[in-house]
């Protein structure tokens, strides 16, 4: 069993960064790949990004590329969201979650475990 807790999301202007947390409890961190996932008023939950347990392998949705980053520190159990050049459409309840396949996963039916969410606001 893992539990997931994720922080660290609030109002920002467009232009600005913010970066989630997600906090794991449970001793088999490290052997879960961990995702990001979005979910938008109205619409569907959709992937972010995704890393590998080791944190050697890391996927991104396209409209994050060259914005986004995705680390891990398995020593801490947390995985971390850093969100930079942020825009009004990447508004959204910001969701973390923990998969048993190994290798960075986009598709969310694979995923295990699921935080409560973060609101992340990004005003024009």
């Known amino acids: 069993q893992v539990q997931l807790v994720e922080s660290g999301g609030g109002l920002v202007q467009a232009g600005g960064s913010l970066r989630l947390s997600c906090a794991a409890s449970?001793?088999?961190?490290?052997?879960?790949?961990m995702g990001w996932f979005r979910q938008a008023p109205g619409k569907e939950r959709d992937f972010v990004a995704a890393?590998?347990?080791?944190?050697?392998?890391?996927l991104y949705t396209d409209s994050v590329k060259g914005r986004f980053t995705i680390s891990r520190d398995n020593a801490k159990n947390t995985v971390y969201l850093q969100m930079n050049s942020l825009k009004p459409e990447d508004t959204a309840v910001y969701y973390c979650?923990?998969?048993?396949?190994?290798?960075?996963?986009?598709?969310?039916?694979?995923?295990?475990?699921w935080g409560q969410g973060t609101q992340v606001t990004v005003s024009s």
């Open positions: 979650a923990a998969t048993r396949i190994r290798i960075p996963w986009a598709s969310m039916r694979d995923y295990d475990y």
């Open positions: 449970g001793r088999t961190f490290s052997t879960y790949a």
């Open positions: 890393i590998s347990f080791s944190g050697g392998n890391t």
